[in-house]
T-cell receptor, first 108, second 113 residues
Framework: GIQVEQSPPDLILQEGANSTLRCNFS?????LQWFHQNPWGQLINLFY?????KQNGRLSATTVATERYSLLYISSSQTTDSGVYFC??????????WGAGTKLIIKP | DSGVTQTPKHLITATGQRVTLRCSPR?????VYWYQQSLDQGLQFLIQ???????AKGNILERFSAQQFPDLHSELNLSSLELGDSALYFC????????????FGPGTRLTVL
């Protein structure tokens, strides 16, 4: 089945820094989503981005489907950005396959 | 607030018992998904229902079952519980099929003692 790998596994930054999170997937997909799980466990959908680039405030994402990777950019980090960021792709059985996540800690 | 509700928020029970987790999707959403998040397995897709019918099945154990009712709310039944079933169980909903954006509920934290 499809393998989803996220890097880095952990990231510690100072408030105001920028970061790039990466998601590699092993097969072509037509559905890729980025999620943020906050420290209280809530999962929030950030982007639905099977290809191309999208921006939402300080967050943006780019998926290069032909090269099987997606990037999530966070600019001017705030402490509320802390949590775990997941990438999930849909396989041929219409199941979302999740990466292990990137744990982000933003220090004040 | 995603608009997806789950009850209960926490559940503590003993091995061998049976529990029912409930989920109400966002208004207008026809699809409901169930996921399990455990420390050792990460996030795993369990099952999807679309307008009352099972649409896709993932890594769902035979001891687990689910259904979606005519009012579109869903229940996940877990029986013969084991210690390893302790996890956070999420419900998500989307407007239509699996290619749509999924919105997640707050989850039910199950602890099996």
């Amino acid at each position: 089945g499809i393998q989803v790998e996220q890097s880095p596994p952990d990231l510690i930054l100072q408030e105001g820094a920028n970061s790039t999170l990466r998601c590699n997937f092993s097969d072509s997909v037509n559905n890729l989503q980025w999620f943020h799980q906050n420290p209280w466990g809530q999962l929030i959908n950030l982007f639905y981005i099977p290809s191309g680039t999208k921006q939402n405030g300080r967050l943006s994402a780019t998926t290069v489907a032909t090269e099987r990777y997606s990037l999530l950019y966070i600019s001017s980090s705030q402490t509320t950005d802390s949590g775990v960021y997941f990438c999930a792709v849909m396989d041929s059985n219409y199941q979302l396959i999740w990466g292990a996540g990137t744990k982000l800690i933003i220090k004040p | 607030d995603s608009g997806v509700t789950q009850t209960p928020k926490h559940l503590i029970t003993a091995t061998g018992q049976r529990v029912t987790l409930r989920c109400s999707p966002r208004s207008g959403d026809l699809s409901v998904y169930w996921y399990q998040q455990s420390l050792d397995q990460g996030l795993q897709f369990l099952i999807q229902y679309y307008n009352g019918e099972e649409r896709a099945k993932g890594n769902i154990l035979e001891r687990f079952s689910a259904q979606q009712f005519p009012d579109l709310h869903s229940e996940l039944n877990l029986s013969s519980l084991e210690l390893g079933d302790s996890a956070l169980y999420f419900c998500a909903s989307s407007v239509g099929g699996s290619s749509d954006t999924q919105y997640f509920g707050p989850g039910t934290r199950l602890t099996v003692l």
